[in-house]
């Protein structure tokens, strides 16, 4: 098992520019289909992830 360890004093590092993240910008992305976010680096914009698609049958 691999264990978790909640770090407040800590930032993680961008994998595209190496800067600390203090903080992340996120972008509403709608469809038919529902609705999702794209999370990007503030430093230099780059895509670190995408929420799951939340449709309206999931509430």
Known sequence: ????EERD???PI???CAAEI?????RKL???FGVRFIYF???CKKTLGVSH???FWMG
């Open 1 to 4: 098992m691999i264990q978790v």
């Open 9 to 11: 004093d800590l930032n």
């Open 14 to 16: 961008c994998p595209h």
């Open 22 to 26: 203090k903080r992340v910008f996120a």
């Open 30 to 32: 709608e469809s038919a």
């Open 41 to 43: 680096c503030s430093s």
């Open 53 to 55: 698609r939340k449709g």
